[in-house]
């Protein structure tokens, strides 16, 4: 570079190092995003443990409330229960199914829970099944889709929706508890074995996993 004026051999080293600044902060942003990448997979896993345990939690919770209600003369709010309670034991298999296939084992679940009056228990189960549509399972989501897990997004996304249904399901059984006017309650409802989609009139085919109504199991 001996016969090189000086002001090009300046600007060829500028050149030099703001070309090296930029790859190294680009390997920088890689490995940053590769890392963020790596712990949302692994948080993932987590994620859907926790979700299995709740969902194992609320497959044996829902059917004691189901028995009590029973025995409180409550017949279609235990029908409710059961269609609802194995609804969340679809969800736990969905989750099982995605913690297997990323080589884990789901956890052992011990169901721990209160049984109160049916009013009482209903109103819990109201403000269990908000948590989870609004704040537990959205956050999941968040962390699935960073980690890119599309089955996790599956399975989280069936139970998120499902348990919209199932607060609507439990607020509307209340007032009619408080209103007294629980003869209006549906005698029979459909559960969609493949996502736990919950219904009191079967479509032609399930609105999240397109499933057909005539594998729907009958709760009446």
Do not use: W
């Amino acid at each position: 570079m001996k016969n090189i004026p000086l002001v090009f051999k300046l600007t060829i080293v500028s050149t030099f190092c703001l070309v090296m600044h930029a790859c190294n902060k680009k390997t920088e942003e890689v490995s940053g995003t590769t890392k963020q990448h790596d712990d949302a997979g692994i948080q993932t896993i987590k994620n859907m443990q926790s979700a299995y345990q709740g969902e194992k939690t609320a497959t044996a919770k829902y059917l004691a409330f189901s028995k009590k209600a029973e025995a409180e003369g409550y017949h279609n709010i235990a029908l409710l229960y059961n269609a609802v309670s194995a609804a969340e034991n679809i969800h736990a298999g969905n989750h099982q199914l995605v913690i297997e296939d990323a080589g884990a084992k789901v956890s052992f679940v011990k169901p721990k829970y209160t049984v109160k009056t049916t009013k009482e228990n209903l109103t819990n189960d109201i403000k269990g099944e908000a948590f989870e549509a609004t704040t537990r399972y959205p956050d999941f989501l968040k962390t699935a889709e960073m980690a890119d897990n599309q089955i996790a997004l599956l399975s989280l996304s069936y139970a998120m929706k499902t348990e919209q249904k199932h607060k609507f399901f439990f607020e509307q059984v209340l007032g009619d508890i408080n209103s007294n006017t629980l003869k209006s309650l549906p005698s029979k409802y459909y559960v969609c074995p493949a996502c736990g989609n919950t219904y009191t009139k079967a479509p032609k085919h399930c609105d999240f996993s397109f499933t057909d109504r005539d594998k729907f199991i009958v709760f009446e």
